[in-house]
């Protein structure tokens, strides 16, 4: 059965062997692995994955695939297929890693919902995403350039573009170049977890207005004044010309204990 790939749901289904293996590889699999895969597609990665691990739970949102799926997997007792919405997939409490051919659209999402919205005992040990380029180098930036999706995804681990991926390797071809992103899980996030709701809310505030100062953006947060921020950046040693970009995760983390005090 030939299926097209669906514009509104971003999909581009890879093809090339030579990737399908570096993302197998760049997940360092083995037989004691749970993997959740999400974006099933015609299957040529959940098969090499329940190659590797003890157990794939695939997720697919496209109802044209299950069917499919299903009669290429009956056979196959490690691999689970769920038609779903991974935005709304419960992880497990067992360990387990995510790997992902994903439509570029819902990265941060989707990286917010397995992150940043889950209680540590359900966050994975291991992502590997195939991602936009853009995306993967923005998620990478070194302090001094930070953005909010750098923050969101390295409070909690460390990303690491392993390759880059020609549009060729896809079926249709994207208009852009994709990465293999690897995102390895802190077993505590550098944020204490009990800030973290704290952090993504003066974070936020930061980064509303690009452009402005940091000691201007804060002044959207309710209760605080310019004395208090002042206060804050002279004991921080903080020029006031500062912008969110520039402060390192340590700066933030030193930011939000002397606001919140």
Known sequence: MSIKAKKSLGQNFLHHQGTLHKI?????????????????????????????????????????????????????????????????????????????????YITSPLLNHFLKEQPPENRPTHITFLVQKEVAEKICTKPGKLNVLALQVQIFGKPKIIAKIPATHFHPSPKVESAILVIEIYSEPLIPEKDIATFFKIMYAGFCHKRKKLTNNLK???????????????????????????????QWENLINLITR
């Open 24 to 104: 197998v590889e760049s997940a360092n699999l083995n037989k004691e692995d749970y993997v959740i895969e999400i974006g099933s597609g015609k299957g040529i990665l959940t098969k090499a994955l329940a190659e590797k691990a003890k157990h794939v739970t695939t997720i697919e949102l496209d109802d044209r695939l299950i069917p499919l799926l299903k009669e290429q997997f009956k056979n196959e007792n490690k691999i689970t297929i769920l038609h779903q919405d991974a935005l709304t997939f419960s992880p497990p409490k067992n360990p387990y890693k995510i790997i992902a051919n994903i439509p570029y």
């Open 220 to 250: 959207s947060i309710n209760g605080l004044t310019t004395e208090k921020i002042k206060g804050v950046f002279t004991e921080l040693n903080l020029s006031e010309n500062t912008r969110a970009q520039e402060l390192t995760i340590e």
